[in-house]
C-alpha cells in the first residue's frame, strides 16, 4: 500500500502520518519526489484503517497495492483448490462439475425419502436440504432443527448421497458438522463473523454463499475469515445480487463465475433458484453457469413444489429436475467440462468414464 501525499504537504504533515504508522508497529518508507512524498507502507495492515488516513491532513490519496484477502487471492495460491471428499469426489480444478439438488427445507421424511430418490436416480451425488432455516419473516416455516437433519442423515445412508446444509448460528457449528459432508453458510450469514470464524475451527468443507448486497471482495473477505481459521476447504456460491431490476427475485451475476477464478484459487457454484426466485428461469441459467465455467450448481427440488412450506416457486418438480440434467450434460459436453454424475462424468466425446475413488 503506497500513501500519495498532497502537492505542497509540509513536512509537519508527513512526520505527523509517519509517526502514527510507526506508533502502530508499521514500518513507513518515504520516497520524496520533485512535486510529491510517497510514503510506502511494509507489512502488515492491521494497525492502520485506510479511512482514518484518507482524512489526514496533507494526504491525497492510499492506494492499496495488494489485495486485502491473502488466503483467498490467486496471487498467493496460483494452483486451483481442489477439495476431495472420503471417497474421492472432487469439487474445484479439473475435477468434473457436480450438482447439489434437494429441498429448501426438511419438511418429513417421506418429501425427503422421495426427492433423494429422484436425485440419486439422476446421478447426483449431492442433497441439499435446510434444517435450519433463516426467513424474513418470524412466523414462517423455521425448519425442524435438529430433527431435520437426522432425517437428512437416514437419507444419506439410504441413498448414499453426499449432505449439504446450512448453520446459522456459531455454537451449533460442531453438532451440524456431525451431520453433514458440506457445511453451508447462507447469504444472510455470509458476514456473520463471529460464526465465520467458529467454522474457521473445523476441518470439514463449507459452501459459503454470497451476500445479497455483497461485492466480490467482500465475499473473499468472508471467505478470508474462514481461511485464517485454518479451514481451506472453501466453497463460494453466487446466489444472484440485489439490483434495480424487478423482473426477477434477485440478478443472477454469471460474471462472478470468471471474475472469482481470476481472482481466487477456490472453487464456485451457482445457485440459480434463489437467483431466479422461479422454477421455469432455473435451468436456462444452470446450464448458463456451466458454460460460464462454475465448478457446479445447486438447485431446489421438491415432489410438490405448489405445497413446500418454503421457496416453492423456484423449486422444480421431479419431471424439470430430470429435464434439465439432461440439458447440463449437454451444455457441459459442449464447453469440454464434464459433469459428475452417477459415479461417472460425461467426457467430451460424450461417453461415460468412471471418476478414480469411486465405485
Known amino acids: 500500500m503506497i500513501i500519495i501525499m498532497q502537492r505542497g504537504a509540509t513536512e509537519p504533515q508527513i512526520e505527523q502520518l509517519t509517526q502514527h504508522l510507526t ?23 492491521g494497525g492502520y484503517d485506510i479511512t482514518a488516513m484518507s482524512a489526514m491532513p496533507g494526504v491525497q490519496e492510499v492506494v492499496r497495492v495488494s489485495s486485502p484477502y491473502r488466503l ?29 439438488a434437494g429441498p429448501c427445507s426438511v419438511e418429513s421424511e417421506d418429501q425427503l425419502r422421495r426427492t433423494a430418490e429422484t436425485v440419486r436416480k439422476a446421478g447426483v451425488r449431492f442433497m441439499r436440504g435446510g434444517a435450519f432455516k433463516p426467513r424474513t419473516s418470524p412466523y414462517s416455516f423455521q425448519g425442524l ?9 437416514k437419507v444419506s445412508r439410504e441413498f448414499d448421497l453426499f449432505i449439504v446444509s446450512e448453520v446459522m448460528e456459531p ?12 457445511v453451508q453458510v447462507g447469504s444472510r450469514n455470509m458476514q456473520n463473523y463471529p ?23 467482500e465475499w473473499l473477505m468472508a471467505a478470508e475469515y474462514i481461511l485464517a481459521g485454518g479451514n481451506d476447504k472453501v466453497i463460494l456460491c453466487e446466489r444472484g445480487i440485489r439490483s434495480f431490476e424487478t423482473t426477477l427475485r434477485f440478478t443472477q451475476d454469471i460474471s462472478a463465475v470468471p471474475v472469482i477464478k ?15 426466485g422461479r422454477r421455469d428461469m432455473v435451468s436456462s441459467m444452470a446450464r448458463a453457469a456451466i ?36 440439458e447440463l450434460v449437454r451444455v457441459a459436453d459442449a464447453v469440454n467440462r464434464p459433469l459428475l454424475v452417477d459415479g461417472y462424468h460425461y467426457s467430451p466425446s460424450g461417453n461415460r468414464v468412471p471418476v478414480a475413488g469411486l465405485p
Not at 460464526?195 to 471482495?217: H, Y
Not at 481470476?262 to 431466479?276: F, N, Q, R, Y
Request: hydrophobic share 40%; no cysteine.
Open 23 to 45: 506508533s502502530r508497529g508499521v514500518r513507513a518508507e518515504r520516497l520524496t519526489g520533485k512535486e510529491q512524498t510517497v510514503i510506502g507502507i511494509v507489512g502488515g495492515s
Open 291 to 326: 458454460a460460464a465455467g462454475a465448478d457446479g450448481i445447486m438447485v431446489e427440488v421438491h415432489p410438490d413444489p405448489d405445497r413446500a412450506l418454503s421457496d416453492g416457486a423456484q423449486s422444480l418438480t421431479f419431471e424439470l429436475f430430470e429435464e434439465m440434467m439432461g
Open 195 to 217: 460464526l465465520l470464524r467458529q467454522i474457521g475451527n473445523i476441518r470439514k468443507p463449507v459452501l459459503l454463499k454470497r451476500g445479497a448486497a455483497a461485492t466480490i471482495e
Open 72 to 100: 483467498t487471492s490467486r496471487a498467493a495460491h496460483p494452483e486451483d483448490t481442489v477439495i476431495t471428499l472420503p471417497d474421492g469426489t472432487r469439487v474445484g480444478g479439473d475435477a468434473p462439475s457436480i450438482v447439489i
Open 262 to 276: 481470476k481472482m481466487s484459487h477456490l472453487p464456485i457454484l451457482v445457485d440459480p433458484s434463489h437467483a431466479t
Open 145 to 153: 432443527g435438529f430433527d431435520g437433519l437426522e432425517l437428512l442423515k
Open 171 to 182: 455454537a451449533h457449528v460442531p453438532a451440524i458438522q456431525e451431520f453433514t459432508d458440506i
